[in-house]
Every structure is written in structure tokens, then in C-alpha cells.
């Protein structure tokens, strides 16, 4: 599903930055910022805080088990696209074993919400899949700018053709989108507990894992102001031996620091050089079904 290139010329990281109790901190300096690829300390070429706009990508669980807690899900869903930047484009995807993209870009609420109604609550639960298919429907439609994917599901994943360790490589690109996983989860389900915290955090989100689906509101909203208080750099990575391997993963660590306060910086964690999501053909492979009718 993908082709490999010569060289990452560029990377660019999303940031965000927590305190010891984990509350955001905003208003760092460029000058605060360390970053590390593979060991080795990295120039940063640009650094900025503005409030840019998003594209976003919401990735529901449409299964069976999801039924009673659509209703709450879905509110959650438009809260947080109330509360993000005007200028935001989303688009939703529902999956069970497959996956259909029931709303493109847009910030629309009433197409949006008629999106979000579109339910079949029935069938498996291809989680991977659905991440894989949104994430290449990002990257064929926008070439820059900050890319996330919410996930919100109930369970683990039973029905996709990728195995995580698949996925991950084709989810950790230098340009990929950052992953927040919203989870109702039972106390029976730690590994898919660990699974869907692996996935965020290794492409720069955060994992919730709320135990009533009133909770996931609230949630929402403040994943909404998370992104919004975000840095973003670049940086272009030094090849000390003059040759990069396609298909290398390189490890990225980045360090904040500031007087008196214990910092932990949220970003991917590494990437996969040289990695494009194309078909050998080089054309963008097709991520979802496009199906405006019911599932």
C-alpha cells in the first residue's frame, strides 16, 4: 500500500506540553525546546504557537456493542467541532468490518451531525483498518498543516486485514496525523487497553478511557483546547553517516525545559523514512468507501 522514498527532507512536530499535575503550559520559547532523533541532537529550523487551522478526522466504532452509546458519542462529537476553529475541516468516518466516509471535509454541523446519524450498529470491529484508511485520506487531501484522527471505540480489534504492528508503520510517517483514542472500555480488556494507549501515544496523542459515555463530552472539549495550545516545529534531520535508508524508523525524543517546573512533552515518538501511503503506482490509495446512504 505504500511506496518508499529516498529521503525525509523535513520534519515537522506538534507539541504539546504538560506540567507534574499534567496541566497544559503555553507560552514556551523556541529556545526551551531540545530535540533528538536517533540520540542526536537536531537543529530546529522553525518554531511557531499560533492557532492553525485542523484537519480532522473523526473515526467512530459503528459495531454492535457501540448501539446505546451513539447518541452520547455523537453530541460529544459536535461539541468538540463547536469548539475548535471556524475555519477546521472534518469529516467523519463510521467502521464495524468495514469502513464508510459519511461526511467529507467540511464545518458544516447539520451535514456533520446527519453524518454522525448514519448508524448500523452491527458487525466486527476493524479499528486498524479504519485508522490506515483515514490516515491516507488525510494525507491525499492535505499536504500540510497540523493532521488529527479521534477515535472513539469500545473494544479491541477483531476484523482488520493489518495487524498492529502493520499499521503502526503506516500510521508513523513523517508527515502523519496525531491520534487521540477516546475508549469505554470494560475492567476485562487491558490489552486492548495497552494496544489503543501504544497507538496514541507513538504518533503524539493521548488515550481517555472514560467509564460512562456521559464522560466523553467533557472529554471532547478539552481535547479540543489540547490542540489549540499546541507548538509546532521543524527540524531537518542530520545524516551523520551521508546516506538515509528508506524505510528506517528513526526514534524521536523531544525535551522542554523551564525554571522551577518539571516538563513532559506529548509527540510522536518516531517515523518511518522514506514512507509514503501510495499504491506502487505512486497514486493515493483509496482510504473509505464513500456511501451517503445507510450501512
Known amino acids: 500500500m505504500f511506496v518508499f522514498k529516498a529521503q525525509a527532507e523535513e520534519v515537522v512536530l506538534h507539541l504539546t506540553v504538560v506540567d507534574a499535575d499534567n496541566r497544559l503550559v503555553t507560552g514556551l520559547e523556541r529556545s526551551a525546546f531540545t530535540v533528538y532523533e536517533d540520540g542526536r541532537p537536531q537543529t530546529i529550523r522553525s518554531f511557531r504557537t499560533e492557532n492553525v487551522p485542523v484537519a480532522l478526522g473523526i473515526v467512530i466504532d459503528n459495531s454492535g456493542s457501540m448501539r446505546m452509546m ?16 471556524p475555519k477546521d475541516g472534518v469529516f467523519i468516518v463510521n467502521f464495524g468490518d468495514d469502513s464508510y466516509l459519511d461526511q467529507d471535509f467540511t464545518s458544516d454541523i447539520p451535514k456533520l451531525q446527519q453524518a454522525l446519524a448514519r448508524i448500523d450498529t452491527r458487525g466486527t470491529t476493524a479499528i486498524y483498518d479504519a485508522l490506515v484508511a483515514s490516515a ?17 471505540t469500545d473494544g479491541a480489534d477483531n476484523a482488520s486485514r493489518d495487524s498492529l504492528q502493520q499499521a503502526l508503520q503506516e500510521l508513523e510517517q513523517k508527515d502523519g496525523p496525531i491520534i487521540y483514542v477516546i475508549a469505554l472500555l ?28 456521559q464522560e466523553v463530552d467533557a472529554i471532547s472539549q478539552s481535547l479540543a483546547r489540547d490542540i489549540r495550545s499546541q507548538y509546532t516545529l521543524t527540524y531537518s534531520p542530520s545524516n551523520p553517516s551521508g546516506r538515509r535508508v528508506a524505510g528506517q524508523y528513526h526514534s524521536i525524543h523531544v525535551v ?21 501511503m501510495s499504491d506502487n503506482t505512486g497514486e493515493p490509495v483509496s482510504p473509505v468507501s464513500n456511501n451517503a446512504g445507510p450501512h
Open 70 to 85: 451513539r447518541p452520547s458519542v455523537n453530541r460529544a462529537a459536535l461539541d468538540l467541532v463547536r469548539a475548535s476553529n
Open 136 to 152: 491516507n485520506h488525510l494525507n491525499k487531501n492535505i499536504k500540510t498543516g497540523k493532521k488529527i484522527l479521534l477515535l472513539i
Open 186 to 213: 470494560g475492567d476485562d480488556q487491558p490489552e486492548a487497553r495497552r494496544t489503543l494507549e501504544a497507538i496514541s501515544r507513538e504518533t503524539g496523542g493521548t488515550a481517555f478511557f472514560p467509564t460512562t459515555p
Open 256 to 276: 522542554a525545559t523551564a525554571p522551577n517546573a518539571q516538563l513532559q512533552v506529548r509527540t510522536r515518538t518516531g517515523y518511518y523514512g522514506g514512507q509514503d
